[in-house]
């Protein structure tokens, strides 16, 4: 991964955070029924588009309509 990916670090609880979701699951669809398909997924405030990877800590997440979904290490070299 390029070193271009944002490094966003923690979910502030007080922010507009989109829902976390370990892995594509049962428990993604379960939060896709209380998100309306977003084409950006929000982090702390910050939109980010459907398909963008972040950093939060140690794990990447990409942007899947609305709903973050963990894509493994931030730092593959060192999972």
Known sequence: MSSSIPDVGDQDPA???SPIAGEEDEETQFLRQDVPGDAVCWFNDVAHEHGTFVKS??????????IWIES???DPGNP
């Open 15 to 17: 922010a507009r955070n």
């Open 57 to 66: 800590g140690t794990a990447m997440l990409r942007c899947d309509r609305g």
């Open 72 to 74: 493994g290490p931030a």
